[in-house]
């Protein structure tokens, strides 16, 4: 309670392998740092999408924390404090977002899915968002199971895995009787990901990679979505995929959340 407040997640720009590279905890810490990520975790699946990549950050240390990684646990309970009035709001009326995506096709009340990824050295991150009446309805941050040797593999990934929630949400939407007759839109912030998953153009350059990545293309095909490009700079997914600054935390965070505006935060 007497704690002051951080405006992002994570130091921006943390690295986990830097993090992991100190000194372990003792017992009794650990115990207490899996406690916290356990409640932390909880807290995130239910309703805070904005805090989903530091949470699932602190996650992947959870088997044996280090000293550094006690402190990013510390830096994200202090954002988590200053945030602790925020909630999922869902709302019909449009919202005066910072995130202006009319101009593509965005249409707050239907079914609209956002994904990213960080291209890595050893296996990428994905972050995925279905978002409905201005709020996150599905979000998930994962990382990825085989090595990517360019940027348009991990992003083909990501999105060929944010078409498996795009059809699980059609599904559910199905099952309650709510029609979903137009493709879903779907955002990427890569071209060459998205002429992949539209058409093969670029096979050639992707032959080694696995089958089940191109699952996007099926889900095209039989018109359960569409792909629309959007600048990374208005790509709300890019708050799964790394530790950013406040302003991008602020911004991504506030669209996800559904609000008009975090509450204010303190400046350290």
Not at 9 to 19: H, I, N, T
Not at 62 to 80: D, G
Not at 243 to 258: N, S, V
């Amino acid at each position: 309670n007497d704690v002051k407040g951080r405006t992002t997640m994570l130091s921006p720009g943390a690295k986990f392998d830097e993090l992991m590279d100190t000194d372990l905890l003792d017992q009794s810490r650990k115990k207490v740092y899996q406690s916290v990520v356990g409640s932390l975790l909880y807290i995130i699946r239910a309703a805070r999408p904005d805090s989903m990549f530091g949470v699932w950050f602190l996650a992947c240390g959870m088997s044996n924390p280090t000293v550094l990684m006690w402190f990013a646990m510390m830096h994200c309970l202090r954002y988590m404090k200053s945030t602790m009035d925020c909630k999922l709001v869902y709302s019909l009326q449009d919202l005066n977002s910072q995130i202006d995506l009319s101009s593509y096709d965005y249409d707050t009340s239907v079914l609209t899915a956002f994904s990213d990824s960080n291209w890595e050295a050893e296996l990428s991150v994905s972050s995925n968002v279905v978002m409905l009446c201005n709020a996150a309805l599905l979000w998930r941050v994962r990382k990825q199971k085989a090595v990517s040797l360019s940027t348009v593999q991990a992003e083909l990934t990501a999105l060929s895995s944010n078409a498996q929630d795009v059809e699980y949400a059609r599904d559910i939407f199905r099952f309650l009787g709510i029609s979903a007759k137009d493709p879903t839109v779907l955002y990427c912030d890569n071209k060459g990901a998205m002429q992949n998953a539209i058409h093969p153009s670029f096979s050639d350059r992707l032959r080694h990679v696995n089958n089940k990545i191109f699952y996007v293309r099926q889900v095209v095909q039989k018109k359960a979505a569409r792909i629309v490009w959007i600048p990374t700079s208005m790509n709300p997914a890019d708050l799964g995929t790394k530790a950013i600054g406040a302003r991008l935390q602020r911004l991504y965070g506030t669209f996800l959340l559904g609000a008009e505006l975090l509450v204010p935060l303190v400046s350290r």
